[in-house]
């Protein structure tokens, strides 16, 4: 049974980690005869956003701790708490969250500060030679990780490419339903929501997502 770590950004697509991506990679590593324990930073998210109206709530405050405690019903830890020996991969869902409150890629583009927790807990499983795989804009943190030459996605939006490109990474256009593998790096990437139009067809990207980290030794 592959045992899996997997990082959440709060809760919401606008704010946090994105609930469908969430759910839906949980869902596929059960489906797949994997366990997995979330994890998530216990610290505010950079800010709380109405999902009804799109706009920025003022003077509002909420934890990503908590947060994230909302998709896995109750059973998330502190992302310190991750050990890359406990763990055979690595997963980190999208949402605004991942690059508002794991980073600050949403915000600052390639000039962006990362949360050096879940940083810290990345580089582990990366020069452990573990595969890990990072769906949606979460790829923007593995641009940071694995850095000059590794091949990844974010889907085909040229402005978001040309931001991760000046990490050093080589981005690759990618359909929502398909990944982008790189074998040296052991990591996988998929566009989700980033492209998806609906569920299902980020349902069959974040599958795949799954089955092709899992087959990574």
Request: charged letters at 20%.
């Amino acid at each position: 049974m592959k045992k899996v770590a997997v990082i959440l950004s709060g809760c919401g697509v606008y704010d946090g980690a994105e609930i469908h991506e969430s759910v839906l990679t949980l869902l596929s590593i059960l489906k797949h005869g994997g366990s997995y324990q979330c994890f998530a930073p216990d610290k505010p998210q950079l800010h709380v956003v109405n999902h009804l109206t799109g706009e920025v709530v003022e003077g509002e405050s909420r934890n990503v701790l908590a947060e994230s405690a909302r998709i896995t019903r109750g059973k998330v830890k502190p992302v310190t708490e991750c050990n890359a020996d406990d763990f055979d991969l690595l997963i980190l869902p999208g949402g605004f969250g991942a690059a508002k409150n794991l980073c600050t890629f949403a915000i600052d583009g390639p000039d962006c500060q990362f949360d050096e927790d879940v940083l810290s807990v990345c580089k582990a499983f990366a020069e452990a030679g573990k595969p890990a795989a990072y769906a949606c804009i979460a790829p923007a943190l593995a641009a940071k990780v694995y850095g000059t030459s590794v091949n990844l996605t974010i889907g085909n939006d040229e402005g978001t490419a040309s931001a991760l490109e000046q990490f050093g990474v080589k981005h690759q256009n990618c359909t929502v339903t398909d990944v982008v593998i790189d074998q040296d790096a052991k990591l996988v990437t998929t566009p989700a929501y980033m492209l998806g139009q609906n569920m299902l067809e980020v349902a069959e990207g974040l599958d795949k997502m799954v089955q092709a980290v899992f087959a990574l030794k």
